[in-house]
Nanobody
């Protein structure tokens, strides 16, 4: 069974930064594209960022472009989401996800992902 260990969530003030990390020992990491999704209370789950298998291609939701950066280390089997200039609207549970498909056109589709973590809470106070 694939399990992710997610870390880095917490409470931060508007304008602050957090670094989310996700690791797993159960996947051949280089064979998976990775992504982060989030879900706020009362809202639908939404795509945040995605990265290709080799880590060279990234995609971001418009709401986080210029503020968030996703990176991937296939040796350490980890994916990181660096979040800067956080806003109250970023408050949500963030989920690390993995997919075998490397299709760029479907990176933002939750159904494309094969595995996901338990989620880590990010709260941004105003």
């Amino acid at each position: 069974q694939v399990q992710f260990v997610e870390s880095g969530g917490g409470l931060v003030q508007t304008g602050g930064s957090l670094r989310l990390a996700c690791t797993t020992s159960k996947l051949t990491f280089s064979e998976y594209a990775m992504g982060w999704f989030r879900q706020a209370p009362g809202k639908e789950r939404e795509f945040v960022a995605g990265i290709s298998r080799d880590g060279y291609s990234t995609t971001y939701a418009n709401s986080v472009k210029g503020r968030f950066t996703i990176s991937k280390d296939n040796v350490k089997k980890s994916v990181v989401l660096q979040m800067n200039n956080l806003k109250p609207d970023d408050t949500a549970v963030y989920y690390c996800t993995a997919r075998r498909s490397n299709s760029a056109s479907r990176v933002a589709e939750w159904g494309e992902y094969d595995y996901w973590g338990q989620g880590t809470q990010v709260t941004v106070s105003s």
